[in-house]
């Protein structure tokens, strides 16, 4: 046997071992074909997961049912937001408002906490003046309110603790009305009608007295506050 | 016989069966009847429809079992790029987002994750005042140094609960400051941040979702968040 100038010796099996790998090759490329073609990255993929032989009336079907649940989903989530009166106050503008459902009743200035802290002169205890964010209800509403002062108003004044509630009692500084809503946290009237939009209080929110009479009225024990 | 000759006939033989294959292949799909276009595109159309339809159904189901509730509760959106703060589906605030890095592979798809605890980057400091001062000095203080959303970091990491971790990074907005300070000051934040990343992650992190914020933004989410809220991940 022949190879250019030289000769070489190809046994019977060489040649079989050769036309195997070949028709291997032939046989693997031939495979390679047909799955490339049947897995198309064709568009459908991205789309969703479903059969490629769902025909046009079932895939209208199901989008019709998709649309259907998608707006009862909706409706659903529309109607989780109180239909009833809601209070709203941005504590970051300053701003509160009671809503009703989508509904704006009335909106306007408030004042929320200073963020500031005393601590007491012995360094015991320390106080945070800071409105706190999240839900809250509300649990009561007083008329002509009067403040029982707490520890902090003694030591931020430098006046001495009194031992019970006699001495802490102040009228006339907490407006018309105020409206608890935990922790002694309250929405009340207040004198410095100067300083509404500002964060200045101890932790309570301080609103006009036009929008503490409408807040009043409307502030049933329960309904929701969001403060955020 | 040469060695040429001798494999002539089986790689004839490959090349014969590619070459009848590939014309196989395009003959029966020529032979096919051409599809109906308006009909594919219909149907194309209705799948497309379906998958954001099906999308759309787990993102309110996903939602409205954070929403039964009346505690407020965040949807970090990295698809739609918007974080919403909202109490009984309605929003209370929106940020945009500006940036996201997420890991590749493992990422969350309307996951609910639980705020553990606040982590701010930079340092704030309260006011402070003295026993003694009164609440005039108390209310000029607060006037003075007022507490205010800007007073916020504006870098920090929301640590959830199962070691899954929301940092939240930001980016002068941009209608602060010159171009140039602006990109001096966006340069730093990255470099910072990098740094960060480069000195190494807490191994008890499960999961890590960075999102940049403007600065105003960043501010205010950390402003307005509650001690303990729900978190959608989406």
Known sequence: ???????????????????GGAVLIAAFLLVLIV??????????????????????????KQAASLEA?????????????PSGPAILVDSGANR?????????????????????????????????????????RVLSKVA?????RPDWAFIEEGEPIPKGHAGRAVAN?????????????????????????????????????????????AAQPGIPIWIY | MTYSRLLAGPWSAVLLVVGLSLCGFSCRQESEPPPKDETAAEILKLRHGIAELTKLGKDLAAEYALGRNSAPYLVVDTGARNVQLKARGRQLRS??????????????YNAVWKLMGKKPLQETERPKIKPGEGEEAAVAAAKQELWAPHRMPTDFDLLCDGGNVLEIRSLPAGQSGSRITRGVRTAYRRTLDWFRRWRGRDPQIHYLLQVWLAEGDAQLLFWSLPKEIQILVR
């Open chain 1, 96 to 136: 509160i408002s009671l809503v009703q459902g989508p509904r704006v009743i009335v909106e306007g200035k408030c004042s929320t906490g200073s963020g500031l802290e005393l601590t007491d002169t012995a360094g015991n205890r320390t106080w945070t003046f800071e409105t706190p964010r999240g839900f809250f």
């Open chain 1, 35 to 60: 799955v490339t073609r049947r897995d198309g990255m064709g568009p459908e993929e991205s789309t969703s997961a479903l059969p490629a032989t769902l025909d046009l009336p079932t895939l209208r």
């Open chain 1, 69 to 81: 649940r998608i707006q009862k989903l909706t409706e659903r989530q529309n109607r989780l937001f």
């Open chain 1, 1 to 19: 046997m022949r190879f250019g100038a030289t000769k070489l010796r190809i046994s019977a099996p060489q040649i079989w071992w050769a036309a």
């Open chain 1, 173 to 217: 500084v907490l407006g018309d009305y105020a409206i608890g809503f935990g922790d002694g946290y309250f929405i009340h009237g207040t004198l410095y009608t100067r300083l509404l939009g500002s964060s200045v209080t101890h932790g309570c929110i301080r609103v006009d007295d036009d929008i503490l009479d409408k807040l009043y009225r």
């Open chain 2, 95 to 108: 940020f945009a987002i500006v940036e996201t890095r997420k890991p590749a592979k493992g990422a969350p």
């Open chain 1, 144 to 148: 002509n309110p009067v403040w029982y």
